[in-house]
Structure formats: structure tokens, C-alpha cells
């Protein structure tokens, strides 16, 4: 089966560099996703990895190591827009649907 | 366009109500998604339809009927809930199902937030 597992909660301060790690244990990859989920809101699509290394998206960069099942989502210049949950997910063993970490919980403050 | 509607965005039922929950997409998406999320916790998924037809069923309780009336809509038809059901109901969708390298993205609805009483 699939498992995911991510840190409950970070905080950090405006304009600083955050990472979040996800660590993942799949039958088979398809690849990972990161989505960013206001409180209250619907998760949004962040980032896609399916080879290893840095993929980099403006202020956001993900990263990803298969063989040791690693993942991690890198946050630069924070604001305080950016406090949100960040969610790790990869899909099924099928491919049919996404299974989703417990989430990050980011806290920005000024 | 990537957007995914739902509607609505509130709703509030009793025990005895029978409800629907609609979920929209123009995006010419061939799979469609129905999740459940309670208050902090990751969505969980319970339906998948894939071109139209339901392809999943992850042991959902029959008081929730899914139905996809053609390519683009998704409902979801609550009867006799429980007040435990209470949470954010998600709708997302998906190019096709996500197999395979490259596995397609899935776009989020705003979700509607239920409370049954």
C-alpha cells in the first residue's frame, strides 16, 4: 500500500526559506505531488515530480529522491499569503486516485 | 481554464434530508472525483468515474449516490446522513485516471462544506 508521512506543523518568519519533507512508501511510482490548501478552501496543484531532482517554480521548488523515497517542498521569501497546509500526495497503487499525506500545517509570521 | 464549480457552497440538512451536491468541469477531463475532508485532515477519497462510468467505490455507505449524467457534471445524492458526515466535500478532476509516468494532474473544486444536523 501507499504511506505518506510529513511533518504536523512548522511556522517561520516573513521573507524566510522553509522546507517541508515528505517521506513516502509506495507499491510502484507514478510520481508526487505537492498541493497548497488554504483553511477552508480547495487544495491547489503545486508541483508534479516523477525523476529525481530539483524542479524549481518561482518562489516554490520541489524536489525528489526515488530511491530513498524522499520528497521535500522548498518555500523562499515567505509571505504571510503562504500560510496554508501543504499536502504530499502520490497516486494509488492503481493510479486511479491520489492518496494524500496528513499535510503540513505552515504558520508565517511577521 | 482549470476550474472546477461547485455547487453550493454551504449546505446545511437534516437527518431525514435528501440533498444533492453538483461538481462542474469544461476542461474536457475524462475522470471525475468525489472526496471527503473533515477538519484538519487530508481528503479522502470516495468515488472515481472514469469516461462516464463509476470505476471506484472506496466502501462508501450507500447514503451516498453518485452519479455522473454525462461528461462534464458529477453529482453526489445524500440521503439520511449523519451528523459524523459533516465535512468539506471535495469534487476534483483529471485529464484521464492517473496512470503511468507523466500521471495527470487533478484540479480541486472550492468544495462544499456540509453540516448535518
Known amino acids: 500500500g501507499q504511506n505518506i508521512d510529513q511533518p504536523t506543523e512548522m511556522t517561520a518568519t516573513e521573507g524566510a526559506i522553509v522546507q517541508i519533507n515528505c517521506t513516502y512508501q509506495?507499491?510502484?511510482?507514478?510520481?508526487l505531488f505537492w498541493y497548497q490548501q488554504h483553511a477552508g478552501e480547495a487544495p491547489t496543484f503545486l508541483s508534479y515530480?516523477?525523476?529525481?531532482g530539483l524542479e524549481e517554480k518561482g518562489r516554490f521548488s520541489s524536489f525528489l529522491s526515488r530511491s530513498k523515497g524522499y520528497s521535500y517542498l522548498l518555500l523562499k521569501e515567505l509571505q504571510m499569503k503562504d500560510s496554508a497546509s501543504y499536502l504530499c500526495a502520490v497516486p494509488n497503487q492503481a493510479g486511479t486516485a491520489l492518496i494524500f499525506g496528513k499535510g503540513t500545517t505552515l504558520s508565517v509570521s511577521s | 481554464d482549470t476550474e472546477v464549480t461547485q455547487t453550493p457552497k454551504h449546505l446545511v440538512m437534516g437527518m431525514t434530508n435528501k440533498k444533492s451536491l453538483k461538481c462542474e468541469q469544461h476542461?474536457?477531463?475524462?475522470?471525475m472525483y468525489w472526496y471527503k475532508q473533515k477538519a484538519k485532515k487530508p481528503p479522502e477519497l470516495m468515488f472515481v468515474y472514469s469516461y462516464e462510468k463509476l470505476s471506484i467505490n472506496e466502501s462508501v455507505p450507500s447514503r451516498f449516490s453518485p452519479e455522473c449524467p454525462n461528461s462534464s457534471l458529477l453529482n453526489l445524492h445524500l440521503h439520511a446522513l449523519q451528523p459524523e458526515d459533516s465535512a468539506l466535500y471535495l469534487c476534483?478532476?483529471?485529464?484521464?485516471?492517473?496512470?503511468?509516468?507523466?500521471?495527470?494532474?487533478?484540479?480541486f473544486g472550492p468544495g462544499t462544506r456540509l453540516t448535518v444536523l
Open positions: 515530480n516523477v525523476l529525481d
Open positions: 476542461m474536457g477531463h475524462r475522470a
Open positions: 476534483a478532476s483529471s485529464q484521464d485516471e492517473l496512470t503511468g509516468i507523466g500521471a495527470d494532474t487533478q484540479y
Open positions: 509506495t507499491s510502484g511510482f507514478n510520481g
